[in-house]
Each structure stands twice: as C-alpha cells, then as structure tokens.
DNA sequence: AATCCGAATGTTATAATATCACGCCTCAAA
DNA sequence: TTTGAGGCGTGATATTATAACATTCGGATT
C-alpha cells in the first residue's frame, strides 16, 4: 500500500466513524495504519510491540481495545485460523451480503483478498438460522504460484 | 451420544487408524472419548481437567499431542473460531470434496453439525490454488429458534 | 466557573491457549 | 543384542486475551 493512498484509507475510516457517531481516536488510528501498512496478517502483540517506542503506555488493553473497535466498526477483520488481523478492503456495508467477509489468504506471501457475497451453501442443515460465518481459504495466490 | 454408539464410533475409530498404519492409543481413545462425550465444542484444557483424576500424568503436550493425531487422522476438527474441537460425524474421506469440512454450530446448545461438498465459491480471486479452507457458522439450530 | 458524567485510556495483574525441549520407555526390526 | 522410531511424561516457557480498577479528558449541566 502506498503512503498516499495509506493516507486516504485513514481519512475514509475517520468519516466512515463520524457517519456511526464514533471517534477514531489517535490510538485506534495508529493501529488501524499499522495493519494497513502489514503486508499480511498481522499479530495483536506485533502491533503493541509497534505502538511502544516510548517507554510508557501500549500494554495489551490498549492494541485489544483499539482491534475491538475496528472490528465492529468494520475496518479490520480478525482471520480466526491465524489469531490475526487484516485491513478491510472494502467500504460497504459487510451486513449486506448476508454477513461476513470471505478471506483468501496465501500462505507464502500473506496477501490477503477479500470478497462478499458469498453463495452461502444451500446444504446447512433444515432449520439452521446463520448469524455469523466464518469464511478463510488459505492457499496460493496468483504470483506465488511455484508453475 | 448413546454408550453404545460410542462404543462404536471408537471401534470404527480404532479400525480406520488402523487402515492408516496407525496407533489410536490409549490417550488418544480416551480423548476422542472425551470429544465425542461433549454436548458440543469442547476445550482442550477442559479435557486436560478430565484426563487427570489421578495426580500424576496429564500436562498439556499430552491432550495437544492426542488433538493433533486426531485431527490428522480426521476424527476431530477444530473450530477454529472457538479455539475449541469437535468429534467428526462422519466417516468418509475429508478430501474427497476438495477441502475442509462445513461446520454449523448452535450458539445456543452446543449442537454441531458437519457437511461437505464444497461450497467452493466461484468469487475466488483469479489464480489463486485453495489448499485448506476454514468454514463455520454460527447462530440458532431446529432445535433452538424462538419462534 | 464549577460540577458532573461518560467514554477512552492507563496500569497491574492474571487467565486461557499452545509449544518447546529433554529424557525415558517400549516394541520391533536388523 | 543393538538400535531406532514413536509415544509419552515432565518442567518450563511462549503466545494470546481479558479482568479489574484508577486516571484523564472533553463536553454537558448547573
Ligand atoms: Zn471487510
Ligand atoms: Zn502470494
Ligand atoms: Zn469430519
Ligand atoms: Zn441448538
């Protein structure tokens, strides 16, 4: 991601949270950049090491808290089979779709794509209401291909 | 689970190790006995409270090392979301569908349900070669709506 | 201005999840 | 008998995440 359009990401997530009435505050927009700037998925406790060059504040709370929001306010995601985050790459609403995000992630570079939509399978079991799903494929993209 | 199906489910257990040159041990039986016992997901700490009655044995490499032969040997999946495992339900090859097994969990009662046959979405970015894929949903099953 | 309130953050501690490293035992092949 | 691999016991440690309480800060109310 370039420093330019780095740039523009933070300025749509700071309005995308003032239309829902919230504040991007200095911390959660120092972590949202931070996993922006990541090549891949990146560690809670990689963040907090980034946070901490002074010598005081960034314990665990504080990258946790900030995540928490990010997550609900839609900007980052939480790739559950890697105890990770990745940067939303998207500005939709992620409720259109019939819930969450699908990730494809390759395991050699740690590029990660997200799509929506998903045609949710039609073989869930009678009567079974989704509220949430989890969607990750984990593979080789389309550079990292050894053929 | 009724006793007697899982009697029988450890005996099918057993012979399908078997078929693989492998050993279902009597750590690994017990632990699968312990999987397949549980109303739904179950902890891998909660079985170490369970495999230790007696003072001695029973530290966590111990079930981490069974979850693992398990899930290798296809007999227990781990959700992954839930930093939790299940008992597989069925007995067929996982790979036959081209991937990972479907879970749809009950929030409500613990209830799980496995399927296969890929949903593989056809919104996969261009190139990119799918080698595992994560898929759970959660929300209310038959048993549990409201209404 | 003074007060109050609630959100955000700081801070300490601890819980929950998972792996490493080493050594011993057993069983079977050579 | 020697040897080697697999399985397991054990102690320590790494990694991931949350609980609980104190403090700060900005805006609303008086
Ligand atoms: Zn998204
Ligand atoms: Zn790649
Ligand atoms: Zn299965
Ligand atoms: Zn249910």
């Given at each position: 991601m370039t420093t330019d359009s780095l740039t523009k990401a933070l300025d749509a997530a700071e309005a995308h949270c003032v239309e829902r009435g919230e504040k991007l505050t200095p911390v959660r927009k120092r972590v949202l950049e931070l996993v922006l700037e990541a090549d891949g998925p990146v560690k809670a406790y990689d963040l907090l090491e980034a946070l901490?060059?002074?010598?005081?504040s960034a314990k665990p709370p504080t990258v946790y808290r900030a995540l928490d929001f990010l997550m609900t306010a839609g900007l980052v995601h939480k790739v559950e089979a890697l105890n990770a985050f990745v940067g939303c790459s998207?500005?939709?609403?992620?409720?259109?779709?019939?819930?969450g995000a699908e990730l494809f992630i390759c395991s050699d570079c740690g590029a990660v794509e997200e799509r929506h939509?998903?045609?949710?399978?039609?073989?869930?079991?009678?009567?079974f209401t989704i509220q949430r799903s989890v969607v990750e494929h984990f593979g080789q993209c389309a550079n990292c291909h050894p053929g």
């Open positions: 901490k060059p002074g010598p005081g998207h500005t939709h609403d992620h409720d259109e779709h019939g819930g939509g998903a045609p949710l399978p039609m073989n869930a079991p009678a009567g």
